[in-house]
């Protein structure tokens, strides 16, 4: 036995050093915990986990429960001093002698390798094999980390925290998750024959799985039961009545909650994508949030959510082939933006069949069509800033026009308007109807860079950094379209007030929103707080409001658009639904009708709108119950389509509620100042 002693000798000496580091990090790192999500009243929306663990205390895991895993695993746990020198020397000599090693392992020394595997190790493959090698030295290294544990905690302690860690198959980890997903119990009010098939569980998760091989756990927890009355903590008259019980686990198990947003309600899910990837520009990132136990209330308001859900699905049905509706609130105000719903007839999940999808809609610039002719508030914003012209000034609106084109390879760019207008049109007048010809000349007048800048104060922050296909722009593709972002893409095309390009729907109700308050931009927040698994605050770093333009343009712009609804391009929806109050809006549709939008708001409601094709054939949308894709001659517009899920969903939601003023235009920005 001499030479197993020294060479054991000598590998300790080896691992010593490495061993209060290791002991560092068990100390540092937390288990991993399920983070809540709520809506602002505090209710659970969603849960957000990469191991599904509900952490118990000593005094709630059920005497049951650790009678049968000292049972079978360490009878000796609470006489033992954290290793069984007996069985890590009989290790040590069959490693000499060319045997295989044996196990010995004490709960505390697992407690050890189950914290390395499952917590500090668990995003490094290679580290994790190491924690699992069968040698002397890992068994050395987890011996010394166990008398130091040993030394420092109590033994109720240990097995607790050994307990809380431990896996139970798949996603499931420690008791209190494993007691829910398995029973749907508490790990306080375990029975012997469920305690015992779980703790039967923890030496092979897959090999003992009570679902994938019933048999086999059946004859694991039978062996724990004898294993318990051998111990003397279950008397030999009950464990033939425990044996006889069956399983007993829940049917379809384990059941867990979805540990994803795509788990979220119907109403909840894109707001749930939206705010999760809010915190991830903020600074966490998508493990922290899946690991750190926190609670994130964001400031989903479900009444509006459910309401406005409700809207779009009576609009366009969930399942509807090729057409999708979306809808987001934002509440203004010149401190802050808050998200109150972001909503689709589509749901956020991976069956299309079910009319889900795992791209936000919502929040991404995922209309790749565009909102139409409800991008003329930004040339319009842009003229009345600059001073080319003022709410009530005319402007020249043929039937058509071919504008100069500067550095294009076309001479011109032709545009046509949709009916017969009146020429010169006002301004006001021209936001109502929405005539092509008298916005692409203005926008010509005041210049690309000043109506690109403008849609960005306003709130086309995201957007415009997306090409003009609304993804990444990719520097390596020939193809203009794909190699740079909107923002210069758009520099020499006048097309861009007319809506045809890739656009977020909750930018352009952030963009309402900015004009509802004053002209200050804020980030469209969905975030109210963030606490941690101790329930200490978290901060959440922001962008800051600006003052994008003066207060004067904002109210000058709000009541230019205050008259889409009452003898604009929405009017007619609006009567139709018995709408009358006062309001901002501008409808948008494109050429094909493959995208309509409503842009607007009313009170303390910034809202978008949007219809627009989404499968892999797009074609134009048609009116009708149901909305649908077809070729019917003239299709949707904005003010047929997207507006009445806007007039549904409001007067729902302000039933009761007063009227809330438009603002009165300032004079300064009535007419032209150069």
């Given at each position: 036995m001499a030479p197993a002693a020294i060479g054991a000798g000598l590998l300790s000496n080896q691992v010593s050093d490495s061993v209060d580091a290791i002991s560092a990090q068990l100390a540092a790192a937390e288990p991993p915990l399920t983070t809540t999500v709520t809506d602002r009243d505090g209710t659970p929306i969603a849960t957000l986990y990469a191991q599904y663990r509900l952490p118990v205390t000593a005094a709630g895991i059920a005497t049951t429960m650790k009678a049968a895993i000292i049972a079978v695993e360490d009878r000796r746990f609470y006489t033992e001093g954290g290793v069984d020198l007996q069985g890590m020397l009989r290790a040590?000599?069959?490693?000499?002698?060319?045997?295989?090693?044996?196990?010995?392992?004490?709960?505390?020394?697992?407690?050890?390798?189950?914290?390395?595997?499952?917590?500090?190790?668990?995003?490094d493959p290679a580290a994790q094999q190491a924690?699992?090698?069968?040698?002397?030295?890992?068994?050395l290294r987890e011996a010394k980390m166990a008398v130091q544990l040993n030394d420092t905690m109590s033994k109720d302690d240990i097995l607790a925290d050994y307990l809380n860690v431990v896996e139970f198959s798949g996603t499931v980890y420690g008791v209190g998750a494993a007691a829910k997903a398995y029973f749907g119990t508490t790990a306080d009010k375990l029975t012997v024959p469920q305690a015992a098939l779980l703790a039967g569980m923890v030496n092979n998760p897959s090999v003992y799985n009570p679902y994938t091989h019933p048999g086999r756990a059946l004859q694991r927890r039978n062996l724990v039961i004898d294993d318990m009355v051998t111990n003397g903590?279950?008397?030999?008259?009950?464990?033939?009545?425990?044996?006889?019980?069956p399983l007993g686990v829940l049917p379809d198990g384990p059941v867990t909650p979805p540990g994803t947003c795509m788990g979220a309600a119907?109403?909840?899910?894109?707001?749930?994508?939206?705010?999760?990837?809010?915190?991830?520009?903020?600074?966490?990132?998508?493990?922290?949030?899946?690991?750190?136990?926190?609670t994130i209330k964001t400031t989903l308001d479900p009444r509006v959510s459910q309401v406005t859900k409700d809207a779009v699905d009576a609009n366009v049905p969930t399942t509807q082939d090729g057409v999708a509706n979306t809808f987001a609130v934002v509440q203004p105000g010149p401190t802050g933006h808050q998200v109150l719903a972001m909503v689709a007839n589509r749901n956020y999940g991976t069956d299309p069949a079910r009319g889900e999808t795992s791209?936000?809609?919502?929040?991404?610039?995922?209309?790749e069509f565009g909102a139409g002719s409800s991008f003329k508030i930004f040339t319009s914003a842009a003229a009345l800033v600059t001073g080319k012209a003022g709410l009530e000034t005319p402007l020249p609106n043929p039937d058509s026009q071919c504008f100069p084109v500067p550095d294009a390879h076309a001479s011109c760019y032709t545009v046509h308007n949709d009916g017969h207008y009146a020429d010169p049109i006002t301004l006001a007048?021209?936001?109502?109807?929405?005539?092509?010809?008298?916005?692409?000349?203005?926008?010509?007048?005041?210049?690309?860079p000043a109506v690109l800048d403008m849609a960005y104060k306003l709130g086309l922050r995201n957007t415009l950094a997306t090409n003009d296909a609304g993804g990444t722009p990719d520097p390596k593709s020939p193809n203009p379209q794909y190699n740079q972002p909107q923002?210069?893409?758009?520099?020499?095309?006048?097309?861009?007030?007319?809506?045809n390009s890739p656009v977020s729907p909750l930018e352009m109700a952030n963009v309402s929103a900015t004009l509802m308050s004053g002209g200050v931009w804020c980030p469209p927040n969905p975030i109210l707080s963030v606490t941690d698994r101790n329930g200490n605050a978290v901060p959440v770093p922001q962008q800051a409001c600006e003052q994008v333009i003066p207060a004067g343009v904002a109210n000058t712009l709000e009541a230019g658009l205050s008259k889409d609804t009452t003898s604009g391009t929405s009017a007619e929806a609006a009567r139709a639904a018995g709408w009358n109050r006062p309001d901002i809006g501008k409808t948008g549709t494109t050429q094909q009708s493959e995208s309509v939008a409503f842009v607007g708001g009313v009170n303390d409601y910034a809202v978008s709108s949007m219809v627009f094709a989404d499968g892999p054939h797009p074609r134009e949308i048609c009116p009708g119950t149901p909305v649908h894709l077809g070729d019917c001659g003239h299709g949707a517009f904005g003010g047929t389509v997207a507006a009445p899920p806007y007039f549904h969903a409001m007067s729902e939601l302000l039933a009761g509620v007063p009227d809330k003023p438009i603002p009165a235009p300032d004079p300064a920005y009535l007419t032209a100042r150069g």
């Open positions: 040590a000599v069959n490693d000499s002698t060319g045997g295989a090693l044996q196990g010995a392992s004490t709960i505390t020394q697992q407690y050890v390798k189950n914290y390395l595997v499952n917590v500090v190790d668990r995003n924690d699992r090698e069968d040698s002397v030295a890992r068994k903590s279950l008397p030999a008259s009950y464990a033939a009545t425990a044996k006889a019980a119907p109403d909840a899910g894109f707001f749930c994508a939206y705010a999760e990837s809010y915190l991830v520009r903020a600074g966490f990132t998508a493990d922290r949030l899946a690991t750190g136990g926190y791209t936000d809609i919502v929040a991404g610039a995922s209309n007048d021209g936001l109502a109807t929405s005539p092509n010809v008298a916005f692409v000349g203005l926008e010509s007048q005041v210049g690309m923002s210069q893409y758009f520099r020499n095309l006048l097309s861009f007030t007319l809506g």
